[in-house]
């Protein structure tokens, strides 16, 4: 298969990064990247209501190659800090997520907290979907398959987050390193539908 026409442009110079991340860990096969109109949903459950951070969030997932029409932020008026209520939603939204699709978490008292970081976490469900976010009980109503902790240092290597040099001192964890981490796996998810596949990708990439 062809790879995609060069660009100099941000957003294709980190997808085209990404295919090269992609590429090396299934033994140097080269794939594209998804149709943008085919991609994986990038679901966004947040506290920030329409103010800047959710926006932040948002830009970070398209910074990463996600098409802005595979976003879906409209859930974001949950009430700060309240993990029932995000827990609430994340089920919700997992009954209409197809598998592939990825649901990112950024309601928690402790994000942005350095003691809070073996806390973040990847999920697989038993219906192939992923979730990204904080391991502070939101996910325990969903049939959870596979566990993975987030690879600050997988992420460094990969230059895949924002902000400080240090991802475990990000002052956004939202924007820094759930949206990156959710912008990839969705990635991942649109190149193949194998979940062993999937697995060896993440932890490739960004989970251990």
């Given at each position: 298969?062809?790879?995609?026409?060069?660009?100099?442009?941000?957003?294709?110079?980190?997808?085209?990064?990404?295919?090269?991340?992609?590429?090396?860990?299934?033994?140097?096969?080269?794939?594209?990247?998804?149709?943008?109109?085919?991609?994986?949903?990038?679901?966004?459950?947040?506290?920030?209501?329409?103010?800047?951070?959710?926006?932040?969030?948002?830009?970070?997932?398209?910074?990463?190659?996600?098409?802005?029409?595979?976003?879906d932020d409209q859930v974001n008026t949950v009430a700060a800090f309240d993990i029932p209520n995000a827990a609430f939603h994340l089920h919700q939204r997992s009954q209409t997520a197809?598998?592939?699709?990825?649901?990112?978490?950024?309601?928690?008292?402790?994000?942005?907290?350095?003691?809070?970081?073996?806390?973040?976490?990847?999920?697989?469900?038993?219906?192939?979907?992923?979730?990204?976010?904080?391991?502070?009980?939101?996910?325990?109503?969903?049939?959870?398959?596979?566990?993975?902790?987030?690879?600050?240092?997988?992420?460094?290597?990969?230059?895949?987050?924002?902000?400080?040099?240090?991802?475990?001192?990000?002052?956004?964890?939202?924007?820094?390193?759930?949206?990156?981490?959710?912008?990839?796996?969705?990635?991942?998810?649109?190149?193949?539908?194998?979940?062993?596949?999937?697995?060896?990708?993440?932890?490739?990439?960004?989970?251990?």
């Open positions: 298969m062809n790879s995609p026409s060069p660009s100099h442009s941000p957003q294709a110079q980190i997808s085209a990064e990404l295919q090269g991340f992609i590429a090396k860990a299934i033994n140097k096969e080269r794939i594209r990247l998804s149709d943008p109109s085919n991609h994986p949903s990038v679901i966004l459950i947040t506290d920030f209501n329409e103010g800047l951070p959710q926006s932040e969030c948002r830009g970070s997932i398209i910074r990463y190659g996600v098409p802005s029409g595979a976003i197809l598998a592939g699709d990825v649901i990112i978490d950024v309601v928690d008292p402790g994000v942005g907290n350095e003691e809070e970081n073996d806390r973040r976490a990847i999920a697989r469900t038993s219906d192939g979907i992923y979730l990204v976010g904080p391991n502070n009980g939101a996910f325990d109503a969903l049939d959870i398959t596979d566990f993975w902790e987030i690879d600050f240092e997988a992420l460094k290597s990969h230059g895949i987050y924002e902000g400080q040099e240090d991802a475990r001192h990000a002052t956004f964890h939202g924007r820094d390193v759930f949206s990156p981490v959710g912008a990839i796996i969705s990635h991942i998810t649109a190149a193949t539908d194998d979940p062993d596949l999937q697995a060896q990708l993440i932890e490739e990439l960004v989970a251990k």
